[in-house]
C-alpha cells in the first residue's frame, strides 16, 4: 500500500499570499498517477489535478500542481477568500487507492 | 449535467447491515466504472470500493472485504454498497463517486451511524 503523508497539516496564510502544499509517498506512485481535491465543510471534494499536473475543467489557474515519484506539490499562486479549505492528494496508481491526511489551509 | 444522488444511510446497531444506494443521471452509466468513498466523522477520505461497467470486477479496500458488497444495476443507472456487520469504525459519510481513478463527480453523501 502507498502511503500519502501531506505537510504541513495546517497552513495559516493571508489572501493574495502563495500556499505551497507537499504529498509525499512511502513508494513511486506510478505514471504519476496522483490528484489533488479540495473540501469545505459539510461538502463533497472538488477534483483541482489529475495525473499530477493537469487541471481539471474550470479550475483557476492559480492552482497548479507538479512532482512525480514519491514528492508532488500543489502550489495555489494567490489565495481567494475561496480558497481557504482542506486539500487532499490521492493516488490511483495502486491498489489500493490511498488518500493523504489532509492539509488545512487558514486565514491567518 | 453528471448527478449522483446518495440515500440509504442512517443509524444502525453495531453488528447491523445497511444498503447504500446512488442513483446517477447525466451521463451513460454503464460507461463508467463506479467508487464508493468515505469519510469518517472530522478524519480524512478513505476509498471503500469500487466496480466495473459491467460489474464483473469488484476491488475493495482491507477493512471492508468479506463484509460489504459493492453492486450495480445498469438498467436502473444505480450503485450500491451492501454493508453487513458493521462496526463503530464504519462510522462515515459515504459518497459514491465516477470513475476508477481520479473523481470528478461526486454525490452529496449519506450518513452512516453505528451505534447502540
Known amino acids: 500500500e502507498i502511503v500519502l503523508t501531506q505537510s504541513p497539516a495546517t497552513l495559516p496564510l493571508s489572501p493574495g499570499e502563495r500556499a505551497t502544499l507537499s504529498c509525499g509517498a512511502s513508494?513511486?506512485?506510478?505514471?504519476?498517477?496522483l490528484a489533488w481535491y479540495q473540501q469545505k465543510p459539510g461538502l463533497a471534494p472538488r477534483l483541482l489535478i489529475y495525473?499530477?499536473?493537469n487541471r481539471d475543467t474550470g479550475i483557476p489557474d492559480r492552482f497548479s500542481g507538479s512532482g512525480s515519484g514519491t514528492d508532488f506539490t500543489l502550489t495555489i499562486s494567490r489565495l481567494e477568500p475561496e480558497d481557504f479549505a482542506v486539500y487532499y492528494c490521492?493516488?490511483?496508481?495502486?491498489?489500493?487507492?490511498?488518500f493523504g491526511g489532509g492539509t488545512k489551509v487558514e486565514i491567518k | 449535467e453528471v448527478q449522483l444522488e446518495n440515500s440509504g444511510g442512517g443509524l444502525v446497531q453495531p453488528g447491523g447491515s445497511l444498503r447504500l444506494s446512488c442513483a446517477a443521471s447525466?451521463?451513460?452509466?454503464?460507461?463508467?466504472?463506479m467508487t464508493w468513498v468515505r469519510q469518517a466523522p472530522g478524519k480524512g477520505l478513505e476509498w471503500v470500493a469500487n466496480?466495473?461497467?459491467?460489474?464483473?470486477?469488484?476491488y475493495y479496500v482491507d477493512s471492508v472485504k468479506g463484509r460489504f458488497t459493492i453492486s450495480r444495476d445498469n438498467a436502473k443507472n444505480s450503485l450500491y454498497l451492501q454493508m453487513n456487520s458493521l462496526r463503530a469504525g464504519d462510522t462515515a459519510v459515504y459518497y459514491c463517486?465516477?470513475?476508477?481513478?481520479?473523481?470528478?463527480?461526486w454525490g452529496q453523501g449519506t450518513l452512516v451511524t453505528v451505534s447502540s
Open positions: 463517486s465516477r470513475g476508477a481513478t481520479a473523481w470528478k463527480n
Open positions: 447525466g451521463f451513460t452509466f454503464s460507461d463508467y466504472w
Open positions: 466496480i466495473k461497467q459491467d460489474g464483473s470486477e469488484k
Open positions: 513508494q513511486s506512485v506510478p505514471s504519476s498517477y
Open positions: 495525473d499530477a499536473s
Open positions: 490521492q493516488q490511483y496508481g495502486s491498489s489500493p487507492l490511498t
